[in-house]
């Protein structure tokens, strides 16, 4: 167990649809980065988040947004799927010698 | 911005030694990491560099130039369990990672 925890593990919706990916990063860290990972794809940035605000944005879509909550996890919104937004999305924890990712949150839009 | 390049593919047999390439571009170096992932897992962390030189941690060695902006991860006496996808990531500033493609590694008997 890493100490990063993601839910759900799999998540199976409808094109047009909105989901939220939730992420509670190990105890004491302030961070949150979230990834997607597309199939045989490398991972992309999305965002990140410490001590509830946001610090960096990547490729991000508009139809993303996510947010860090007062007890420092964090939620991953995804509306108007699209078939192509199924993949594998990671947060991750950050400290002095890398990431400490969570088992991710499998989505297949169908 | 950042540019990370990684071979897409490996093949080597059981028990012999594989080297993945990763070359880089960024400003602001702070650091170069390799993870492990099998599919459909979160990767694990492999090994870092932030100096140039060898890092070497059982079965796995890294290798770090500044300079060339170069990195290389070298895994002897191969196993099957390694079969898996290596990302080599980059640190700039604010902590955030830079991952490459990444490289699949197929160890044959």
């Known amino acids: 167990d890493s100490g990063v925890t993601q839910t759900p593990k799999h998540l199976i919706t409808a094109t047009g649809q909105r989901v939220t990916l939730r992420c509670s990063p190990r105890?004491?860290?302030?961070?949150v980065y979230w990834y997607q990972q597309s199939l045989d794809q490398g991972l992309q940035f999305l965002i990140q988040?410490?001590?509830?605000?946001?610090?960096a944005k990547g490729n991000i879509l508009e139809r993303f947004s996510a947010q860090q909550f007062p007890d420092l996890h964090s939620e991953l919104n995804l509306s108007s799927l699209e078939l192509g937004d199924s993949a594998l999305y990671f947060c991750?924890?950050?400290?002095?010698?890398?990431?400490?990712f969570g088992s991710g949150t499998r989505l297949t839009v169908v | 911005g950042q540019n990370i390049d990684q071979p897409t593919e490996m093949t080597a047999t059981e028990g012999a030694i594989v080297q993945i390439n990763c070359t880089y571009q960024?400003?602001?170096?702070?650091?170069l990491f390799w993870y492990q992932q099998h599919a459909g897992e979160a990767p694990t962390f492999l090994s870092y560099?932030?100096?140039?030189g060898l890092e070497e941690k059982g079965r796995f060695s890294s290798f770090l130039s500044r300079s060339k902006g170069y990195s290389y991860l070298l895994l002897k006496e191969l196993q099957m369990k390694d079969s898996a996808s290596y990302l080599c990531?980059?640190?700039?500033?604010?902590?955030?990672?830079?991952f490459g493609g990444g490289t699949r590694v197929l160890v044959k008997p």
């Open positions: 991750a924890s950050s400290d002095p010698r890398g990431y400490t």
């Open positions: 105890s004491g860290d302030l961070s």
């Open positions: 988040y410490y001590n509830g605000e946001e610090r």
């Open positions: 960024t400003s602001g170096f702070n650091g």
């Open positions: 560099n932030v100096l140039d």
């Open positions: 990531a980059v640190r700039a500033a604010g902590n955030k990672l830079t």
